[in-house]
């Protein structure tokens, strides 16, 4: 099963767990024993926040979050050194460079006003904003995450489910956190590579970032799908550019400026196609828009 990122449909914030069986069972936390579910490679998709750091902080909307490893079995103090190479660790930072939501849940505990009096209680939507590696309490290097809740939430739609209806995906929230599973599939494809004009932005650790840029938008009034066939993988400026009526793209996959000269070529993997009705609805959108 590929790693889900966003809430489950069936899930809401504020929701009552009784134990780590009953958050795996939800698909609000996989993992019954790690606070981080995730990898470098993919990215965490959820942590468990309850009180077995001494360094963690939990603001209500933020969170100062220490990751994983160095800590000792039966109590809340450290007893070596925290990596960033760590796979919980490693996937948090991913999410940081992607933009990936990170489901909270808080466990309780007494230390925190936010935490659930008794089992689990699901906080919603974060972005991992930051993250340092420091000097904790007990002596020892931690790596400390600050996770930043995300407002706007009550419209989310849950991400990576191929069956959400696009009709109801907000445009609120930035694109970069709307990523679908197909979209980071397209991404992966590339290599992160933009697909106008082969830039590849590359992050800490050798982590890329591109975005997946739906040529037909989402969500009403356009109605475009949320499928490889109309997802190209671009940089964030030819992105932005596509998406503000500054760049346009032929039927051949040629690009053309908003003065109608060629500008460039898509570069397309054999296992990847755009649909040229996408492209046009675009065009068409844009020019009757002038
Ligand atoms: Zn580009």
């Known amino acids: 099963m590929p790693r889900f990122f966003g809430t489950p449909t069936d899930v809401h914030v504020g929701q009552q767990f009784i134990d780590r069986r009953d958050l795996h069972e939800a698909a609000v936390h996989r993992p019954l024993q790690a606070g981080i579910s995730g990898t470098k490679a993919e990215g965490a998709d959820s942590i468990v926040v309850s009180g077995g750091y001494g360094d963690d902080e939990d603001h209500g909307d933020y969170i100062l979050y220490t990751g994983h490893g160095g800590k000792d079995l039966n109590s809340p103090r450290q007893v070596a050194n925290q990596s960033i190479d760590a796979p919980g660790n490693a996937g948090l930072i991913t999410s940081m ?117 739906h040529v037909r938008p989402l969500g009403r009034p356009h109605l475009g799908a949320d499928i490889a066939t109309n997802i190209l993988c671009l940089c964030p400026n030819h992105h932005t550019q596509l998406d503000n009526g500054g760049l346009f793209i032929r039927n051949d996959m040629t690009l053309e400026g908003t003065d109608g000269t060629l500008v460039g070529t898509l570069t397309f993997k054999k296992k990847h196609l755009l649909l040229a009705e996408n492209a046009q609805y675009h065009r068409e959108f844009w020019t009757q828009a002038s």
Do not use: M, N, W
């Not at 230390?111 to 007990?138: Q, T, W």
């Not at 209806?165 to 992966?188: G, Q």
């Not at 800490?204 to 970032?209: I, P």
């Open 97 to 213: 460079i992607q933009g990936f939501p990170v489901r909270v849940v808080r466990g309780a505990h007494r230390r925190s006003p936010y935490a659930p009096p008794a089992g689990y209680r699901y906080a919603g939507l974060f972005l991992v904003a930051d993250f340092i590696e420091r000097s904790g309490k007990d002596g020892f290097t931690i790596v400390q995450f600050r996770l930043d809740r995300i407002p706007e939430q009550e419209p989310y739609v849950a991400i990576a489910s191929p069956e959400a209806d696009p009709a109801f995906a907000t445009t609120v929230v930035s694109r970069r956190i709307r990523d679908s599973l197909v979209a980071r599939e397209v991404k992966a494809t590339y290599g992160y590579s933009c697909q106008a004009c082969g830039t590849s932005i590359e992050g800490f650790g050798g982590r890329f970032y591109a975005e997946g840029a």
